[in-house]
């Protein structure tokens, strides 16, 4: 069974950064692509970072791997109060799917200006 933990999510003010953690078990590192994803409040939830990342992140957000540890990183810096969202991973799929597999009970991210 395929199975996300994200953590790492908290209150800051903009400017600050956070890293994010997802420790992914019963999948395979080398032939899936982890990415993370993001829904704010009222909005649809979106690819944030994956294999390439999202305009809104792009410069301010990074993604990494650590395969001996099942662990995809979600490191982002300047952040902006619009970044306020529950933090999610997964494998994203073609529209009009979004990602393959449950989803995890995500962390929350909230930017304060």
């Known amino acids: 069974q395929v199975q996300f933990v994200e953590s790492g999510g908290g209150s800051v003010q903009a400017g600050e950064s956070l890293r994010l953690s997802c420790v992914v078990s019963g999948l395979d590192f080398r032939v899936n692509n982890i990415a993370w994803f993001r829904q704010a409040q009222g909005n649809l939830r979106e690819l944030v970072a994956g294999?390439?990342?999202?305009?809104s992140v792009k410069g301010r957000f990074t993604i990494s791997r650590d395969r001996a540890t099942n662990t995809v990183y979600l490191q982002m810096n300047s952040l902006k109060p619009e970044d306020t969202a529950i933090y999610y991973c997964n494998v994203p799929v073609d529209p009009p799917f979004v990602a393959k597999y449950a989803w995890g009970q995500g962390t929350q991210v909230t930017v304060s200006a």
């Open positions: 294999q390439t990342v999202a305009n």
